[in-house]
């Protein structure tokens, strides 16, 4: 049996589209059709039913579906099992992240990761949580980072570590050691877009403490926010360490306030499927190097 036709299949049914499949593994939506077709013809029955204009598969094609995710599993076991001393096949990942993580941890990760791994390959799409949360359901990235979990059938969500929020301001237009809500309500505050964690986190700050809400401005990008601020425009709400990394080329640094902002939590998301071995192995790595950056250094 093919397993490249099985593979194509189970692709398929996964992400009930063939044009996703056919993005997933690089090949065209008629390459794709005519694997299942051969599939189809050795195993002697219909998979799909193409009487319909949607995607349905068949009771047999349901069946098969839990074969077809069997036989890529235990492909890659004997793969793994069977290597020897060949030569490791490059961890090839399309990963996705918010800002936040960016400029936080991203980096530092990724670098151990390349020391690692060093034929890590990686695929690495920024964008806003339900973008990425949308692609990771659809097949089109293997991992995401991001404030919210992806939901659909065949995901699989693990929360990260919070990540801890501060204001932040600019240093010689910001001296206070100390500011109450009162005072910085007086600024214009910058945080990221509309409905997001930190936005509403920030407006519900201020309703609970009773005190006037301030002009808060909307904005999806960091390094615009942290410009806006080296700029004089206002005060912006970004993750602590992000500021901190930031405040070392430029004019920024965290103010402290007298109530701390709501704390942001980063779910990873990556689809169970017979690649996700791989996926959690390097979801792990990223868990623990997040710990270990988290801890305070000795001085």
């Not at 349905?56 to 069977?82: D, P, Y």
């Amino acid at each position: 049996m093919n397993l490249r036709f099985v593979e194509a299949y189970y692709w398929a049914v996964s992400l009930n589209s063939v044009t996703r499949a056919a993005e997933k593994l690089h090949i065209t939506q008629s390459a794709l059709s005519s694997r299942i077709a051969g599939l189809e013809a050795e195993l002697g029955a219909a998979l799909l039913d193409r009487r319909s204009r949607q995607f349905r598969v068949t009771a047999a094609g349901l069946r098969f579906h839990a074969f077809a995710q069997q036989l890529l599993t235990l492909q890659r076991q004997i793969k793994s099992e069977m290597g020897g001393d060949a030569p490791a096949a490059p961890v090839q990942l399309r990963i996705g992240a918010i800002e936040s993580v960016v400029h936080s941890w991203l980096t530092g990760w990724l670098q151990q990761m390349r020391r690692s791994h060093p034929d890590f390959q990686l695929d690495l799409t920024v964008e806003m949580t339900p973008v990425l949360t949308d692609q990771v359901a659809r097949g089109s990235l293997d991992l995401v980072f991001a404030a919210l979990p992806a939901g659909g059938a065949g995901m699989r969500v693990r929360p990260l570590p919070d990540m801890e929020m501060s204001f932040v301001g600019h240093r010689a237009l910001h001296t206070r050691r100390r500011y109450t809500l009162d005072e910085l309500a007086g600024f214009d505050l910058m945080t990221f877009q509309r409905g997001s964690q930190p936005h509403v986190a920030l407006l519900e700050l201020f309703r609970r403490a009773g005190t006037a809400l301030p002009r808060v401005h909307s904005i999806s990008s960091i390094s615009a926010m942290s410009q806006l601020v080296e700029g004089g425009f206002g005060i912006a709400t970004l993750p602590r360490a992000a500021a901190e990394r930031l405040a070392r080329h430029l004019p920024l640094k965290t103010l402290r306030c007298d109530t701390g902002l709501t704390p942001l939590t980063i779910y990873a998301s990556f689809r169970d499927d017979p690649g996700s071995v791989v996926v959690q192995s390097v979801l792990d790595a990223a868990v623990a190097y997040v710990g270990t950056d988290r801890k305070p250094s000795k001085k």
